[in-house]
Protein backbone atom coordinates (compact mmCIF):
# COMPACT_ATOMS: atom_id res chain seq x y z
CA UNK A 1 0.00 0.00 0.00
CA UNK A 2 1.45 3.37 -0.92
CA UNK A 3 2.37 5.70 1.93
CA UNK A 4 -0.20 8.24 2.46
CA UNK A 5 0.86 12.11 1.81
CA UNK A 6 1.10 12.30 5.21
CA UNK A 7 3.18 9.60 6.02
CA UNK A 8 5.76 10.89 3.82
CA UNK A 9 8.88 11.66 5.91
CA UNK A 10 12.52 11.92 5.97
CA UNK A 11 14.65 11.37 9.20
CA UNK A 12 17.69 13.51 9.34
CA UNK A 13 20.80 13.46 11.04
CA UNK A 14 22.13 17.16 11.56
CA UNK A 15 25.86 17.80 11.94
CA UNK A 16 28.14 16.66 8.46
CA UNK A 17 24.65 16.18 7.03
CA UNK A 18 22.70 19.74 7.46
CA UNK A 19 25.73 21.42 8.60
CA UNK A 20 29.38 21.46 8.43
CA UNK A 21 30.95 19.25 11.27
CA UNK A 22 33.97 20.20 13.56
CA UNK A 23 35.70 17.83 15.84
CA UNK A 24 35.31 20.63 18.57
CA UNK A 25 31.51 20.23 18.38
CA UNK A 26 29.07 22.88 17.02
CA UNK A 27 28.46 25.39 20.27
CA UNK A 28 27.25 28.30 19.09
CA UNK A 29 25.12 29.96 16.32
CA UNK A 30 27.98 31.57 15.02
CA UNK A 31 29.40 27.77 14.71
CA UNK A 32 26.77 26.64 12.76
CA UNK A 33 27.42 26.51 9.01
CA UNK A 34 24.82 25.33 6.26
CA UNK A 35 26.47 22.77 3.80
CA UNK A 36 25.91 24.04 0.56
CA UNK A 37 22.94 23.07 -1.05
CA UNK A 38 21.79 21.22 2.11
CA UNK A 39 18.71 23.32 2.72
CA UNK A 40 17.44 23.89 -0.59
CA UNK A 41 17.24 19.93 -0.67
CA UNK A 42 15.24 20.24 2.29
CA UNK A 43 12.90 22.72 0.55
CA UNK A 44 13.12 19.58 -2.53
CA UNK A 45 11.99 17.22 -0.40
CA UNK A 46 9.05 19.57 1.02
CA UNK A 47 8.10 20.15 -2.22
CA UNK A 48 7.48 16.13 -3.28
CA UNK A 49 5.42 16.33 0.07
CA UNK A 50 7.84 15.38 2.81
CA UNK A 51 8.04 16.51 5.69
CA UNK A 52 11.55 16.47 7.23
CA UNK A 53 13.08 15.46 11.18
CA UNK A 54 16.13 16.11 12.48
CA UNK A 55 17.71 13.37 15.48
CA UNK A 56 20.98 14.73 16.31
CA UNK A 57 23.32 13.78 19.14
CA UNK A 58 24.42 16.43 21.54
CA UNK A 59 26.43 14.89 23.91
CA UNK A 60 27.95 18.94 24.05
CA UNK A 61 25.20 19.70 26.59
CA UNK A 62 26.05 16.46 28.53
CA UNK A 63 29.57 17.77 28.42
CA UNK A 64 29.11 20.94 29.98
CA UNK A 65 30.61 22.58 26.20
CA UNK A 66 27.00 24.65 25.82
CA UNK A 67 23.51 24.57 26.77
CA UNK A 68 20.21 24.30 25.74
CA UNK A 69 19.52 27.65 25.03
CA UNK A 70 22.76 27.74 22.77
CA UNK A 71 21.06 24.90 21.02
CA UNK A 72 17.64 26.12 20.61
CA UNK A 73 19.73 29.63 19.14
CA UNK A 74 21.34 26.97 16.70
CA UNK A 75 18.08 25.35 15.61
CA UNK A 76 16.56 28.92 15.52
CA UNK A 77 19.27 29.81 12.91
CA UNK A 78 18.66 26.93 11.20
CA UNK A 79 15.02 27.55 10.61
CA UNK A 80 15.08 30.43 9.47
CA UNK A 81 18.07 29.91 6.74
CA UNK A 82 15.54 26.83 5.94
CA UNK A 83 12.96 28.81 5.41
CA UNK A 84 14.99 31.37 3.71
CA UNK A 85 15.08 28.84 0.54
CA UNK A 86 11.49 27.49 1.07
CA UNK A 87 12.57 24.85 3.50
CA UNK A 88 11.32 23.53 6.49
CA UNK A 89 12.05 21.07 9.41
CA UNK A 90 8.75 20.06 11.27
CA UNK A 91 11.01 18.82 14.34
CA UNK A 92 14.38 18.58 16.11
CA UNK A 93 14.91 15.73 18.24
CA UNK A 94 18.08 15.87 20.17
CA UNK A 95 19.98 13.61 22.83
CA UNK A 96 21.92 15.76 25.29
CA UNK A 97 23.67 12.76 27.13
CA UNK A 98 27.02 11.37 27.39
CA UNK A 99 27.89 7.37 26.70
CA UNK A 100 28.55 7.52 30.35
CA UNK A 101 24.46 8.28 30.79
CA UNK A 102 23.13 5.13 29.47
CA UNK A 103 20.26 6.26 28.01
CA UNK A 104 18.33 5.15 25.42
CA UNK A 105 17.94 8.21 22.84
CA UNK A 106 21.89 8.59 21.74
CA UNK A 107 22.36 7.22 18.69
CA UNK A 108 23.23 4.06 17.95
CA UNK A 109 20.55 3.41 20.01
CA UNK A 110 17.18 3.58 18.27
CA UNK A 111 15.21 5.75 21.33
CA UNK A 112 15.20 9.10 19.32
CA UNK A 113 14.04 7.44 15.62
CA UNK A 114 11.41 5.43 17.34
CA UNK A 115 9.93 8.77 19.26
CA UNK A 116 10.02 10.34 15.65
CA UNK A 117 7.92 7.47 13.96
CA UNK A 118 5.38 7.47 17.11
CA UNK A 119 5.23 11.30 16.87
CA UNK A 120 4.78 11.66 12.90
CA UNK A 121 2.94 8.00 12.76
CA UNK A 122 5.29 6.55 10.03
CA UNK A 123 6.35 3.00 8.82
CA UNK A 124 10.11 2.80 9.20
CA UNK A 125 10.33 0.76 5.84
CA UNK A 126 8.79 3.30 3.98
CA UNK A 127 11.18 5.90 5.56
CA UNK A 128 14.83 6.83 4.70
CA UNK A 129 17.47 7.82 7.88
CA UNK A 130 20.29 9.90 6.64
CA UNK A 131 23.23 10.40 8.12
CA UNK A 132 27.26 10.81 7.91
CA UNK A 133 28.22 8.42 10.85
CA UNK A 134 28.04 4.62 11.28
CA UNK A 135 25.81 5.15 14.06
CA UNK A 136 23.07 7.47 12.63
CA UNK A 137 22.55 3.99 10.34
CA UNK A 138 22.76 1.64 12.95
CA UNK A 139 19.98 3.42 15.01
CA UNK A 140 17.55 3.13 11.96
CA UNK A 141 18.50 0.07 10.82
CA UNK A 142 17.63 -1.71 14.09
CA UNK A 143 13.91 -0.64 13.34
CA UNK A 144 13.98 -1.75 9.68
CA UNK A 145 14.90 2.24 8.37
CA UNK A 146 16.02 2.97 5.09
CA UNK A 147 19.82 3.62 5.82
CA UNK A 148 21.11 6.44 3.51
CA UNK A 149 24.90 7.70 3.60
CA UNK A 150 26.14 10.81 2.95
CA UNK A 151 29.82 11.44 2.03
CA UNK A 152 29.84 14.73 3.94
CA UNK A 153 30.93 15.32 7.24
CA UNK A 154 32.48 12.22 8.68
CA UNK A 155 30.74 10.34 5.78
CA UNK A 156 33.88 9.31 3.62
CA UNK A 157 35.90 7.86 7.05
CA UNK A 158 32.31 6.10 7.95
CA UNK A 159 32.37 4.25 4.21
CA UNK A 160 35.96 3.70 4.72
CA UNK A 161 35.33 1.78 7.67
CA UNK A 162 32.78 -0.27 6.13
CA UNK A 163 30.10 -2.61 8.16
CA UNK A 164 27.89 -0.31 6.87
CA UNK A 165 24.49 -1.93 7.39
CA UNK A 166 22.90 -4.02 4.28
CA UNK A 167 21.15 -2.41 1.72
CA UNK A 168 22.57 1.06 2.53
CA UNK A 169 23.08 3.68 -0.36
CA UNK A 170 25.38 5.95 -0.65
CA UNK A 171 25.00 10.18 -1.83
CA UNK A 172 27.79 12.69 -2.19
CA UNK A 173 25.78 15.06 0.01
CA UNK A 174 21.84 15.91 0.86
CA UNK A 175 21.32 17.86 -2.00
CA UNK A 176 22.32 14.38 -4.49
CA UNK A 177 20.80 12.20 -1.70
CA UNK A 178 17.13 14.64 -2.49
CA UNK A 179 18.17 14.11 -6.35
CA UNK A 180 18.49 10.57 -5.94
CA UNK A 181 15.55 9.94 -3.18
CA UNK A 182 12.88 12.03 -5.42
CA UNK A 183 14.41 10.35 -9.04
CA UNK A 184 13.44 6.67 -7.60
CA UNK A 185 10.45 7.81 -6.09
CA UNK A 186 8.82 8.82 -9.32
CA UNK A 187 9.75 5.59 -11.15
MG1 LIG B 1 26.71 13.55 11.95
ZN1 LIG C 1 20.09 10.45 25.29
Redesign the pocket.
Known amino acids: MPTSPSRKLVILDRDGVINLDSEAFIKSPDEWVAIPGSLEAIARLNQAGYRVAVASNQSGIGRGLFDTAALNAMHAKMHRQAAAVGGRIDAVFF???TAQ?H?D??KPKPGMLKMIAERFEIDPEDTPVVGDSLRDLEAGAALGFRAHLVLTGKGEKTLAAGGLPEGTQVHADLRTFALDFLTKERV
Open positions: CPHDCCR
